[in-house]
């Protein structure tokens, strides 16, 4: 239950910068009197805009502020909770807006919608209407139960019996089933473009294996081909094997051998040369010298004649032993040019082996590489493509999986939708409290003299009943009689709300409702009913006909306006 303690407020409307201040709860009942434009209705305004930022007349909120002043327009409405004890200070000019929870203000870093929303959802559970239907009853721009279409006025029966959260509850399923749905969408989109993945691969993977196929039958061919070349150059080198095999050896032995003789023909040829030289010296130092040149005595003629002889016919011998020696030196060279040449041969026979080695070995490299590629790079492409088949597979599970998930939780909250709409639990919850609330209508009606038989359906539709008249609507009656109706259902909202203890609250304030169509029997039965209210009720009636109510309630407020302020006399 809301227990609203304190109203204060200055420089609104007509009231100036000093505070006017009400104790909502010291009487059970308060009469509020004044001349027209004394502020008497303002109290109800400062309420209004306090807790909902917006007066209970229909007043712009820039008229608000007193204008006169100005600025510093401020309202304090205190109320208490169960335990807790809270305080709203709204203001403007400099604007102002805070929630204190005992003793302590309520973060403020929201905006001020959303911190509003915290005040009406979780606070004070109800909203500006609901809180003019169940508190206020007025006769200034007052826009009565039965004049609200059937949309509003389920709104302030679903406050009352607090299944507003259902509302709530739906809307907020309304935004997690579209999500839902875009979400299922979404897995429709990715699952066709995996399905398109899967039928590409497929068609890739085929065209892999043919191709797979195509590189293995070449690589094969070329392996027999490059094993034919190596038995070709095998064959060669077994042939040129048997031609050169011991042969180098012993021609290079033979060459060595010539080279040796070519040497030692060369040193005879150098001694002979040397012989020559001292016989031909001797041969002519006779020749040219008949007498000793050391001695100066004659030589011999006979000795001369033999040394010139002996001297000829050595140098004759050296000239036939040279002659042999050149011919000779002309065999080793000849032989030693044909050693060469068959060494040359040799070589290369053996350069063409060494050639014909190193060719096998690059054809076995290459056709290692070959079966390399057939036993595994040939088949890689295809591997890594059966890979990734098998991995868009599990994509297209793993999201059919996700797509099933999210068809099975919107199918969940759509049934769950269809329990929360207005034809599911609340209207199950309505329709236990329709009786109750009819009758109490109807109880109501009686007490303020007004036999007629009111009853609403569950679409908040109602119809009327006189003893000897067939159906009406609301319109079809008199003001008075509206009035009747209009009260019977300000106090049936707020017997309900007290049963349901959703929006029950100790304030009740008739606006000026003495003052119009009631007939003088329709005041006594309306104030027979205000008497049989609780004691947890304090009701304020706004009058300006205080000679006719005087003395009839606890407590009197009265408003004057002293130099065009509002205030309390």
């Not at 409307?13 to 434009?37: A, P």
Request: charged residues 30%; aromatic residues 8%.
């Amino acid at each position: 239950m809301i227990v609203f303690q304190k109203i204060r407020y200055k420089n609104f409307l007509s009231t100036g910068n000093n505070f006017t201040e009400i104790d909502l709860t010291r009487h059970k009942t308060t009469l509020v009197v004044g001349q027209n434009g004394s502020g008497k209705s303002t109290m109800l305004d400062a309420i209004s805009f306090g807790l909902f930022g917006k007066a209970h007349r229909k007043i712009g909120k820039t008229q608000l502020i007193n204008s006169v002043n100005g600025k510093g327009s401020l309202v304090e409405v205190e109320f208490a909770i169960g335990a807790s004890q809270f305080k709203i200070i709204r203001g403007d000019r400099p604007v102002k807006f805070e929630i204190w929870k005992n003793g302590e203000m309520i973060n403020q870093s929201s905006h001020s919608k959303e911190y509003q929303r915290i005040l009406e959802q979780n606070i004070l559970k109800l909203n500006h209407k609901s809180f003019h239907q169940v508190v206020v009853l007025g006769s200034s721009n007052f826009v009565p139960f039965m004049q609200l279409n059937p949309a509003l006025r389920r709104g302030v029966i679903e406050d009352l019996l607090d299944i507003g959260v259902f509302s709530r509850m739906n809307q907020i399923l309304k935004e997690e089933t579209n999500i839902i749905k875009e979400a299922i969408k979404d897995f429709s989109y990715q699952i066709d473009i995996i399905k398109n993945k899967l039928s590409t691969q497929k068609k890739y993977i085929a065209d892999v294996k043919k191709i797979t196929n195509e590189a293995i039958t070449y690589k094969e061919t070329q392996i027999s081909t490059k094993r034919s070349q190596i038995d070709a150059l095998e064959s060669e080198n077994s042939e040129l094997s048997k031609e050169i095999e011991g042969k180098y050896d012993d021609i290079q032995n033979t060459l060595s051998q010539l080279h040796d003789r070519k040497q030692s023909l060369l040193q005879y040829n150098a001694q002979f040369k040397q012989q020559m030289a001292a016989v031909v010296k001797d041969a002519k130092f006779y020749e040219e010298h008949k007498q000793c040149p050391t001695c100066d005595q004659d030589i011999d003629s006979g000795v001369r004649d033999e040394k010139l002889s002996t001297a000829k016919s050595k140098a004759k011998e050296l000239q036939s032993a040279m002659g042999q020696l050149a011919e000779e030196s002309d065999q080793v060279e000849e032989s030693i040019s044909t050693t060469n040449d068959t060494l040359s041969e040799m070589r290369d026979k053996q350069s063409s082996l060494h050639s014909n080695i190193q060719q096998i070995t690059r054809l076995q490299s290459e056709i290692a590489d070959f079966r390399k590629d057939i036993a595994g790079s040939a088949t890689a492409d295809l591997k890594e493509a059966e890979n990734d088949l098998v991995e868009i597979q599990d994509n297209l599970s793993s999201m059919s999986d996700e797509k099933m998930k999210a068809n099975d939780e919107y199918s969940y909250k759509t049934a769950l939708g269809e329990m929360l709409k207005d034809t599911g639990i609340k209207t199950k919850i309505i329709k236990q409290y329709l009786p109750v609330m009819n009758q109490l209508i109807n109880q109501y009606l009686q007490v303020l003299d007004f036999y007629v038989h009111f009853d609403l359906d569950e679409e908040f539709n109602e119809t009327i009943r006189s003893r000897h008249r067939d159906n009406f609507g609301y319109d079809s009656f008199s003001e008075g009689e509206k009035q009747r109706i209009d009260l019977s259902l300000l106090f049936t909202w707020r017997q309900i709300a007290k049963m349901k203890n959703s929006v029950s609250t100790n304030l009740l304030m008739l606006d000026e409702t003495f003052d119009s169509s009631l007939d003088h029997e329709g005041v006594d039965n309306l104030l027979k009913i205000l008497y049989t209210l609780g004691d947890d009720t304090n009701i304020f009636i706004i009058s300006h006909k205080g000679d006719i109510l005087d003395g009839k309630f606890e407590n009197k407020i009265e408003f004057i306006k002293e130099k065009n302020f509002s205030k309390i006399k």
